[in-house]
């Protein structure tokens, strides 16, 4: 009994051995150009994790550095109620200029995008008014030429004129509003006038389908789930 004990235990111990060892190579390898040396991009991912990190990985790398990431939710709605349920606000607005800044001491980027509000489906927010969406990523230029991207796929980034529905909330830590659930609450209208382009990174996201059934449908499946919520919610 303790051999076979001692043996599944060290098969465990190999097991998050593995685990962590692999992690760190994994994630280098999703943001690695082609081309790229692993040891001289490892080198730049260590150096964009400290303060200014951005700026000095772009300085190391001849100008410029761009790095992707996921960022999936921990949550995922399986349906529309719900989805509608964790958003304070949903409105239809159409992007209108957009300024990224620099957060976390240098080594991440968020953008602002202001947007004019044409149709108000649920919140307080008035139609004609401007509001703030915050989306993680962006592209910052330095004072010294050099550039730094940052991509999250799962918010994605915003077209100035396009035609958006969102399903935002926001919260007293920080200005502006942000999707209720990452890549599940943004849908750009096309101006066919018909087409929903749901930005859902997963393939396996059930509102896809839903969303496909065109605007007209798509705006009037939400609006008839607001309607349904109790007073306080709406």
Known sequence: MKIGRF??????????????FAIPGWLSAQTQPAGTSQPGYARLLLEARKPDGLHKAAQLNGGFYSKTIE????????????????S??????????QQSFLIDNGRNIETEYS??????????IKSGAHESIRLRGGK??????TVA?????????????????FMTKQTPEVSGRRPAVADQSIYELAKDGKTVFARSTSPLDPLKKSASTGQSKFIEMISSIISKEPPSQK
């Open 7 to 20: 043996s599944a235990l060290t098969k465990i111990y190999v097991l998050l051995s593995v685990v962590f």
């Open 71 to 86: 960022g999936t939710p921990w949550f995922q709605a399986d349906t529309f109620e719900s989805l509608v349920k964790e």
């Open 88 to 97: 304070q606000d949903i409105f239809i607005a159409v992007p209108t200029k």
């Open 115 to 124: 947007v004019r509000v044409e149709r108000v489906l649920k919140g307080p």
């Open 140 to 145: 910052i230029v330095y004072a010294d030429g």
């Open 149 to 165: 991207e940052v991509y999250v796929r799962a918010d994605g980034d915003l077209s100035v004129g396009h035609r958006y529905l």
